[in-house]
């Protein structure tokens, strides 16, 4: 069925006047009849009949405009809101993080952005989880945008570098190794570990530097979320390898650089390749992208 014969029913049921109709619609008049007559023709029924000089709708053509009315309204709001989602100055952006970039880094991140002028009035749903999580995320369609950690295995996720984020080793604060100012991972093979779980994509970065030591960690729990990990460290659950976020100042821990083995760990911009992104989601990654050549995750500057 014809979109504008649909169109021009509902302006012609409203003016009963082919000529005014006709006029209203930027059409002739011919053209208005026979798209018209197609329509009746499709649906096996006339929706108009003549009254004196003008047309009015017949019984059927009531029953008829009641869902024309429906459905042009509906494809109208959803015009309307869809133009509002990509526009440049008033869409939404479906954005998630990892939990380590949530206190700090991506509020003051977002606050930059929305600060800028014409930025104001593009918004944001937030969604927080591990890397494993965020890219099924991606690959469903629920978010646009992620930031995380990089992960083998995804060719169809686009993955690029952030910013570099450090690695640190945190202890409680009467631990035996509070008392040293860095640290070699090989110091650290005698004491249990609180360790980041399998879904998170940190993890095989830091099997691999106990690798690199020779060393096997002895693990008494697993968890998802770094202040979760700092918090059982405080209470001497165990100590971690845990990246230097923000918040590790607000637990009672002592933050122990890594010196030996060299490592590099880098957060990444994620999204799927080959997929369509809004002209806000490419306004976002672009400010992102230069907002964290500025920003550095790296000493001095934490998440």
Same mark, same amino acid.
């Given at each position: 069925?014809?979109?504008?014969?649909?169109?021009?029913?509902?302006?012609?049921?409203?003016?009963?006047?082919?000529?005014?109709?006709?006029?209203?619609?930027?059409?002739?008049?011919?053209?208005?009849?026979?798209?018209?007559?197609?329509?009746?023709?499709?649906?096996?029924?006339?929706?108009?009949?003549?009254?004196?000089?003008?047309?009015?709708?017949?019984?059927?053509?009531?029953?008829?405009?009641?869902?024309?009315?429906?459905?042009?309204?509906?494809?109208?709001?959803?015009?309307?809101?869809?133009?509002? +989602?990509? /526009?440049?100055?008033? #869409?939404?952006?479906?954005?998630?993080? %990892?939990?380590? @970039?949530?206190?700090?880094? &991506?509020?003051?991140?977002?606050?930059?952005?929305?600060?800028?002028?014409?930025?104001?009035?593009?918004?944001?749903?937030?969604?927080?989880?591990?890397?494993?999580?965020?890219?099924?995320?991606?690959?469903?369609?629920?978010?646009?945008?992620?930031?995380?950690?990089?992960?083998?295995?995804?060719?169809?996720?686009?993955?690029?570098?952030?910013?570099?984020?450090?690695?640190?080793?945190?202890?409680?604060?009467?631990?035996?190794?509070?008392?040293?100012?860095?640290?070699?991972?090989?110091?650290?093979?005698?004491?249990?570990?609180?360790?980041?779980?399998?879904?998170?994509?940190?993890?095989?970065?830091?099997?691999?530097?106990?690798?690199?030591?020779?060393?096997?960690?002895?693990?008494?729990?697993?968890?998802?979320?770094?202040?979760?990990?700092?918090? +059982?460290? /405080?209470?001497?659950? #165990?100590?971690?390898?845990?990246?230097? %976020?923000?918040? @590790?100042?607000?637990?009672? &821990?002592?933050?122990?650089?890594?010196?030996?083995?060299?490592?590099?760990?880098?957060?990444?911009?994620?999204?799927?390749?080959?997929?369509?992104?809004?002209?806000?989601?490419?306004?976002?990654?672009?400010?992102?992208?230069?907002?964290?050549?500025?920003?550095?995750?790296?000493?001095?500057?934490?998440?």
């Amino acid at each position: 069925m014809n979109l504008k014969h649909l169109e021009y029913f509902r302006v012609l049921a409203s003016l009963e006047h082919y000529t005014r109709a006709a006029n209203q619609l930027y059409i002739t008049q011919p053209s208005l009849t026979n798209a018209i007559s197609v329509l009746e023709k499709e649906l096996g029924t006339q929706l108009f009949e003549k009254k004196g000089r003008n047309t009015q709708l017949t019984k059927y053509g009531r029953f008829f405009l009641t869902y024309v009315n429906t459905a042009l309204d509906t494809l109208e709001k959803g015009e309307k809101e869809l133009r509002q +989602l990509t /526009s440049p100055s008033l #869409g939404t952006i479906d954005f998630a993080f %990892i939990y380590t @970039l949530g206190p700090h880094f &991506v509020p003051t991140m977002i606050q930059a952005f929305s600060s800028e002028s014409g930025n104001e009035n593009i918004s944001f749903s937030f969604n927080e989880g591990n890397t494993k999580n965020i890219a099924q995320g991606l690959k469903a369609g629920k978010f646009d945008l992620a930031f995380c950690s990089f992960l083998e295995d995804e060719p169809d996720i686009d993955f690029i570098p952030l910013v570099q984020q450090e690695l640190v080793i945190i202890v409680p604060n009467n631990h035996p190794l509070a008392n040293c100012d860095s640290i070699d991972l090989k110091d650290t093979a005698s004491y249990p570990f609180v360790f980041f779980n399998k879904q998170s994509g940190i993890r095989p970065l830091i099997d691999s530097l106990f690798e690199k030591v020779g060393v096997t960690p002895r693990i008494v729990c697993e968890v998802e979320e770094d202040n979760s990990m700092a918090g +059982l460290v /405080s209470i001497n659950y #165990g100590i971690a390898i845990i990246p230097r %976020i923000w918040s @590790l100042n607000h637990f009672d &821990v002592k933050i122990l650089p890594i010196h030996t083995p060299s490592h590099e760990r880098f957060i990444y911009i994620a999204s799927m390749k080959n997929k369509y992104l809004s002209p806000p989601i490419h306004l976002f990654r672009d400010f992102a992208i230069k907002y964290s050549k500025v920003h550095s995750l790296t000493k001095g500057n934490h998440v």
